[in-house]
């Protein structure tokens, strides 16, 4: 059984007029949102919270049985955040910190993944990098707005502060842009997919206007190979409206060191959010 303490404060705040939303917010982590969410529903049935067992009686949340279950869900180095094991499993946070680190003797090591090369692409790389040096001067490369995009999820599993393996050991284990003056706006799409029409419509034009007020007529625009940015209609937009832009047939494949946003800005932005404040698509984007 939870702690009698904690019942009478999600009673209370229920009472209040609170939701199980904001209790779970408030409860930061005590309780997950669908036990929140069961003893609401209790109180409003029947006026109180009535669990299985006797009253008072404490409950070990870590049993040998609960143990079992979060290492069967991570069996095999899969990846999973600790809040959407304690949404599955009905086990606090708290607990399944706990267990993972104690009873297991796991930690969270981060994914590290690095560009399966092939030659040919290797040879690619290299004709980009003599094409950069033969193009452009130092002081041209500081005017560069790189482009990238990043899946967003209210679980964290696509943003790689939340993408862990958890494992006793390591061996087992939206639209942005940046250039060196800054962040360009951040473009979100939330809804259906992006093709070129889209990309076009919506994302370029935001890229145009930063770049013509950060750096005027003189600028280069970047983008990887996404099926959106290579589009006929998407390269003869850049022809026609950017200063200057790298095309489809410059930019080397599988090369996301390449582009500041992809080895290094998407991990910054992705550890400045709460994870435990998402709990919903607006409080995502919000």
């Known amino acids: 059984m939870k702690s009698k303490d904690v019942q009478k404060i999600v009673f209370s705040k229920y009472q209040k007029g609170d939701g199980p939303t904001k209790i779970f917010r408030d409860l930061n982590g005590g309780l997950?949102?669908?036990?929140?969410?069961?003893?609401?529903?209790?109180?409003?049935?029947?006026?109180s919270i009535e669990l299985a067992g006797p009253?008072?009686?404490?409950?070990?949340?870590?049993t040998p049985a609960a143990i079992q279950k979060v290492k069967n869900r991570i069996k095999g180095g899969k990846t999973m955040s600790v809040r959407k094991l304690s949404n599955d499993l009905d086990i606090s946070q708290k607990s399944i910190r706990r267990i993972l680190r104690n009873d297991l003797g796991y930690y969270p090591y981060k994914?590290?993944?690095?560009?399966?090369?092939?030659?040919?692409?290797?040879?690619e790389r290299?004709?980009?990098?003599?094409?950069?040096?033969?193009?452009?001067q130092k002081e041209q490369t500081m005017r560069i707005i790189f482009s990238d995009e990043k899946l967003f999820d209210i679980d964290g599993i696509y943003n790689s502060q939340n993408d862990r393996v958890w494992a006793a050991s390591r061996a087992?284990?939206?639209?942005?842009?940046?250039?060196?003056?800054?962040?360009?706006?951040?473009?979100?799409?939330?809804?259906?997919?992006?093709?070129?029409?889209?990309?076009?419509?919506?994302?370029?034009p935001v890229a145009l206007k930063y770049g013509n007020k950060i750096f005027g007529s003189d600028w280069t625009f970047q983008q990887d190979g996404a099926k959106p940015h290579t589009h006929h209609?998407?390269?003869?937009?850049?022809?026609?409206?950017?200063?200057?832009f790298i095309g489809k047939d410059r930019w080397p494949p599988h090369s996301p060191d390449l582009n500041p946003l992809d080895y290094c800005i998407w991990d910054e932005f992705n550890r400045a959010i709460n994870w435990n404040k998402i709990i919903s698509k607006k409080t995502l984007i919000e």
């Not at 997950?32 to 006026?47: D, F």
């Not at 290299?126 to 452009?136: E, I």
Request: proline residues 3%; charged residues 30%; glycine residues 6%.
């Open 32 to 47: 997950c949102l669908k036990t929140v969410k069961r003893w609401c529903k209790m109180i409003s049935e029947t006026g």
């Open 55 to 62: 009253l008072g009686g404490s409950r070990i949340v870590r």
């Open 111 to 123: 994914k590290i993944i690095e560009p399966l090369l092939t030659d040919a692409q290797k040879i």
């Open 126 to 136: 290299k004709k980009f990098a003599n094409w950069v040096r033969t193009n452009f």
């Open 172 to 204: 087992a284990a939206d639209k942005k842009g940046a250039c060196s003056k800054g962040i360009t706006p951040l473009v979100i799409l939330d809804k259906g997919t992006t093709d070129h029409a889209r990309y076009i419509k919506e994302v370029l």
């Open 233 to 244: 209609l998407s390269q003869q937009w850049c022809r026609d409206n950017f200063p200057s």
